[in-house]
């Protein structure tokens, strides 16, 4: 039987905001392999981004359910969500959020020093290396160019050797050279991990290189598609 890394179920969404309620998902169910990679596409409002966000506990559903390696992420405080996406799930977004106040190998270092792993800084430094950046370690953010602060922001979502790893339009504010140096980084290295990767992504080259493509319209999974393969 295949492993799952995530089983959604009747997943919903709904916001309150100054004109009232809005439904952002409705009713969302498939299901991804351990191992797989899965681009989400559609056009800007579909939900994509927010769908990515409930499937890192980084937002809580309003229905229906989330499995994430077995365990129900729409039943765990925020507590509880911190601790598994600490333990098991790496997280790039599309703005690098690096601490400007450190450098390179510190941002990498110390979400593993703050998790109690051992040998945090030689972690770092390693991935640091990964992503090609060995001789940048020492370097502010200030003093890197955007394709370098998106490395950064990839090794230390890959430090911790995660389970999942979930990236957020991770190219899209970078130029076509930079974003197709990171693409080749994001399938490189979530494979030599063994990451399952799951991306949002308005590139349609990108999402092409994934397992599966899932579409959003108006928060729905597009008619024809094979959601739950």
Partial sequence: MTELAFSLNDVRL????NAGRVDILHGLTFDIARGDTVGM???????????????????????????????RLDRMDEDALARFRRDHMGVVFQSFHL??????????????????APRAFDRASEALSEVGLADRAGHYPAQLSGGEQQRVALARALAPRPDILLA??????????????ITDL??????????????????????????RVITLRDGRIAPGQDAAA
């Fill in 99 to 116: 601490i400007p106040t450190m450098t390179a190998l510190e941002n990498v270092a110390t979400p593993l020093e703050l998790a109690g």
């Fill in 41 to 71: 596409v559609g056009p800007s409002g579909s939900g994509k981004s927010s769908l990515l966000m409930l499937m890192g506990g980084l937002e809580q559903s309003t229905g229906g359910t989330i499995t994430a390696l077995g365990q």
């Fill in 168 to 181: 957020d339009e991770p190219t899209g504010n970078l130029d076509e050279a930079n974003g197709a140096a």
């Fill in 14 to 17: 709904s916001l309150d905001g």
């Fill in 186 to 211: 994001l399938f490189r290295l979530s494979a030599q991990h063994g990451a399952t990767l799951v991306l949002v992504t308005h590139a349609p080259p990108l999402a092409a290189r994934c397992d």
